[in-house]
């Protein structure tokens, strides 16, 4: 379940993040700002459904994840497909957050 909710705080946390993005870089119109504002706000929400009783290991463990759902938004929204060093340093990220979610626990 955990994984699940990581999955839909990074796909709000891009998109948010993007709003912004676009509105600096892109010239996007400012109204892109509102829903990229709902949508961190959604992210930073979803965060606290994960079962854990300290802040920080939620979110390094959330940070591989992250990494994972920026690479498959470089290849599915921006169409631009992760090179092999991508895809290696994603997996890295992702054995990382593993560890960290996964390790007994005292």
């Given at each position: 379940m955990?994984?699940?909710?990581y999955a839909f705080?990074?796909?709000f946390e891009i998109a948010g993040c993007f709003a912004f993005w676009a509105w600096l870089k892109l010239e996007k119109p400012a109204w892109w700002l509102?829903?990229?504002?709902?949508?961190?706000a959604l992210f930073a929400w979803l965060l606290?459904?994960?079962p854990s009783d300290a802040?920080?290991?939620?979110f390094a463990?959330?940070?591989?994840i992250y990494i994972l759902a920026s690479l498959s938004w470089l290849w599915l929204i921006e169409g631009r497909v992760p090179d092999r060093y991508d895809i290696g340093g994603g997996l890295i990220c992702?054995?990382?957050?593993?560890?960290i979610l996964?390790?007994?626990?005292?």
């Open positions: 955990t994984y699940i909710i705080a990074a796909v509102a829903p990229g504002m709902i949508s961190l606290t459904l994960v802040a920080g290991r939620t463990a959330y940070g591989g992702l054995a990382g957050a593993s560890v996964f390790a007994p626990r005292a």
